[in-house]
């Protein structure tokens, strides 16, 4: 089984241009999330979809930052423009929800590098 | 406000002994823990997983313990090995599952 699929794995860009972020989940996987990972620190929520809609966007900074997830599977992460402090990994992670135990595991990609120059 | 603390940054074990690391977490709402590990430059990778409702789980060397009048819990890897070594990350969530609150991370390093 294909695991979360992110790209691009590193990017570097100069402040003021724009970047996106693209996450494959793990097919069937309705829950997706994004994650920013400061250097030293744990991830830090930034938006979660069930299927195609986004229930919990509170984290998000909405004036630079957006977020969408086609069909319900793909998931792309904007940023818009880019500020120094946007300098971070960019984690996606699905799962498959809430199952019959009430259990629930995230899987992680690999991550996106961004580095704001 | 962290409301999951992991207030040890790095912890050195021998290979061989055990590894404990600890999480405290501050909102009585939390009901599920998870326990992941996180190599560099990769994704974090779930290891174990606990809820409320019990006060131990154990897979192979890997056992999570929870002590809810504490608002603690830790894991503990017995023996522990040179694989081993990366950063543990704690991760607490409401309603079994919803949204995940991370700690800052243990660098754990298992020396040979």
């Known amino acids: 089984e294909a695991g979360v699929v992110q790209s691009p794995r590193y990017k570097i860009i100069e402040k003021k241009q724009p970047v996106a972020f693209w996450c494959n989940p793990i097919?069937?996987?309705?829950?997706l999330y994004w994650y920013l990972q400061n250097l030293g620190q744990g991830p830090e929520l930034l938006i979660r979809y069930e299927n195609e809609e986004a229930v919990d966007d509170s984290q998000l900074p909405k004036d630079r930052f957006s977020a969408e997830r086609l069909k319900g599977v793909d998931s792309t992460l904007k940023i818009q423009p880019a500020e120094l402090g946007d300098s971070a990994v960019y984690l996606c992670?699905?799962?498959?929800?809430?199952?019959?135990?009430?259990?629930?595991?995230?899987?992680f990609g690999a991550g996106s590098r961004l580095t704001v120059l | 406000d962290q409301q999951v603390k992991q207030n040890s940054p790095s912890l050195s074990v021998q290979e061989g002994r055990i590894s404990i690391l600890n999480c405290d977490y501050t909102?009585?709402?939390?009901?599920?823990f998870l326990w992941y590990k996180k190599y560099p430059a990769e994704g974090p990778t779930f290891l174990i997983s606990i809820s409320s409702i019990k006060d131990k789980n154990e897979d192979g060397r890997f056992t999570v313990f929870l002590n809810k009048s504490a608002k603690h819990l830790s894991l503990h890897i017995v023996p522990s090995q040179p694989g081993d070594s990366a950063v543990y990350f704690c991760a607490a969530s409401a309603s079994y599952g919803q949204n995940f609150v991370f700690g800052p991370g243990t660098r754990l390093s298992v020396l040979p």
């Open positions: 909102n009585s709402m939390f009901d599920y």
């Open positions: 992670a699905s799962s498959k929800g809430q199952g019959d135990s009430g259990a629930n595991v995230l899987t």
């Open positions: 097919s069937g996987h309705n829950t």
